[in-house]
C-alpha cells in the first residue's frame, strides 16, 4: 500500500475546504437540498479542479498552500454563483440536472417518452439555452434589496418548461392532464409533494415577476391602484401606504382606511372608504366610479398578464387571489429587511 504523503494530505485537506466552502457558504443545505441537487458537490468539486489545473498560477496555490482562508476565497473566486454562471454555464446545467429531471418526469409520469425528452432539454441547455439565459439573466435586479438566487433558479425552470412545451409540440405529444398522471402512494408521496411544491413555487416567483413588470405601467397612478388593489384583496393596509398614496391624509381618515373589510361587500367598502378618496382628490366621485376605477384597472392586468401564456390563465376571480399572493409575500419581505 502506498504511502500517504505530505502533499497527499494537503491535497485531501484542501479538498475538504473546498467542499465544506460550497456546502455550508456559497450553497447552503436550506437554499440547495441535497434532494434536488444531489450532485451538486461532486460538480462543483469537479469544476474547481478542472479552473485550477488549467491554470498553473492557480494551481500552485492550491498545491502549496496549507491556509485554510486562501482555499476558501479561491473557492469563493471560482464557484461563486455570478461566475460560475458567466464562466462555467453547463456546471450550472450540471447542477439543476436532477431538478430538471424531476419536472420532466412529473409532467410525463404514465408515459415511455419522459427519459427521451428528459435527455433533449438538457442537451438544448447545454448546446445553447444556457448562453442565451447567461445573457439576459440581470444580477443587478434587486428584490428585497438583496440579489436573489431563488429569481435565477425561477428564470431557468422557466425556461425548461418552455423547451419542455417545444420538443412535444415538435413530437405532437400531447402533455398529461391531471387525471391521467399516476398517484404517488406510500413514504415516497410527501417528499414528492414537497419536491413539486417547490418546482410550482419557482413559477409562482416568474409570475410575480411579470406582475410586478405589469404594474410599473402605472407609474403615475400607482400609489392609488396599490392602495385600492390591497383594499379589493381584503389586505390590511399600513400608514405608509395610505400616506404614499394621501400624503396629507388624517388621523380619521386613516382610521377608516385601515378597518379590516374581511367579510364585507365591495359595494359597502367603498361606499366607506369613497369620501377619503374626494376629500384627498378634490373630487365628489361617488363610490361606485372608484370601484368601476379599480375593476378597469383589473382587467387591463389581467390582459398584460394573459399576453404572456399562451392560453387565459388569468380571470377575474384568480387574479385576486394571486395578487393577494403577491401583496403578502412583498408585504413579508419588507418585514424580513427591515429587521
Known amino acids: 500500500m502506498k504511502k500517504a504523503t505530505d502533499l497527499d494530505i494537503k491535497f485531501d485537506k484542501n479538498r475538504s475546504v473546498v467542499l465544506y466552502t460550497i456546502r455550508h457558504h456559497l450553497y447552503p443545505e436550506e437554499e440547495f437540498s441535497l434532494k434536488l441537487f444531489p450532485d451538486l458537490p461532486s460538480v462543483l468539486l469537479n469544476c474547481f479542479m478542472e479552473v485550477i489545473k488549467s491554470r498553473e498560477e492557480l494551481l500552485e496555490v492550491y498545491q502549496k498552500s496549507g491556509d485554510k482562508s486562501k482555499i476558501e476565497s479561491l473557492t469563493r473566486e471560482i464557484l461563486v454563483f455570478k461566475n460560475l454562471l458567466e464562466n462555467h454555464p453547463k456546471?450550472?446545467?450540471?447542477?439543476?440536472?436532477?431538478?430538471?429531471?424531476?419536472?420532466?418526469?412529473?409532467?410525463h409520469s404514465n408515459s415511455d417518452e419522459w427519459e427521451d425528452i428528459f435527455q433533449e432539454v438538457i442537451t438544448r441547455l447545454i448546446s445553447g439555452k444556457i448562453y442565451r439565459i447567461k445573457e439576459k439573466f440581470d444580477f443587478t435586479y434587486k428584490y428585497d434589496n438583496l440579489i436573489k438566487r431563488s429569481f435565477f433558479t425561477s428564470y431557468f425552470m422557466v425556461t425548461v418548461r418552455n423547451i419542455y412545451m417545444d420538443i412535444l409540440r415538435e413530437l405532437k405529444v400531447r402533455p398529461l392532464t391531471a387525471g391521467e398522471i399516476q398517484p404517488i402512494t406510500g413514504n415516497d408521496a410527501l417528499e414528492t409533494f414537497k419536491d413539486e411544491n417547490m418546482l410550482n413555487s419557482l413559477v409562482i416567483d416568474e409570475e410575480f415577476q411579470k406582475l410586478q413588470t405589469v404594474l410599473t405601467l402605472y407609474h403615475r397612478s400607482r400609489p392609488k391602484l396599490d392602495l385600492c388593489l390591497k383594499l379589493k384583496c381584503r389586505i390590511p393596509l399600513t400608514g405608509e401606504i395610505i400616506h404614499r398614496c394621501f400624503p396629507a391624509c388624517s388621523r380619521e381618515?386613516?382610521?377608516?382606511?385601515?378597518?379590516?373589510?374581511?367579510?364585507?361587500?365591495?359595494?359597502?367598502?367603498?361606499?366607506?372608504?369613497?369620501?377619503?378618496?374626494?376629500?384627498?382628490?378634490?373630487?365628489?366621485?361617488?363610490?361606485?366610479?372608484?370601484?368601476?376605477?379599480?375593476s378597469v384597472k383589473m382587467d387591463e392586468i389581467t390582459s398584460h398578464l394573459n399576453r404572456t401564456h399562451r392560453c387565459k390563465v388569468y380571470t377575474g376571480k384568480n387574479l385576486v387571489d394571486f395578487m393577494t399572493l403577491y401583496y403578502e409575500h412583498l408585504d413579508l419581505n419588507e418585514i424580513k429587511s427591515d429587521r
Open 253 to 294: 381618515d386613516v382610521k377608516i382606511l385601515v378597518q379590516d373589510f374581511k367579510g364585507v361587500k365591495d359595494k359597502k367598502m367603498f361606499d366607506m372608504v369613497a369620501p377619503v378618496f374626494n376629500r384627498h382628490e378634490g373630487r365628489e366621485n361617488k363610490s361606485d366610479t372608484i370601484r368601476k376605477w379599480v
Open 91 to 107: 456546471t450550472v446545467v450540471l447542477m439543476y440536472r436532477t431538478s430538471v429531471k424531476k419536472y420532466i418526469r412529473y409532467q
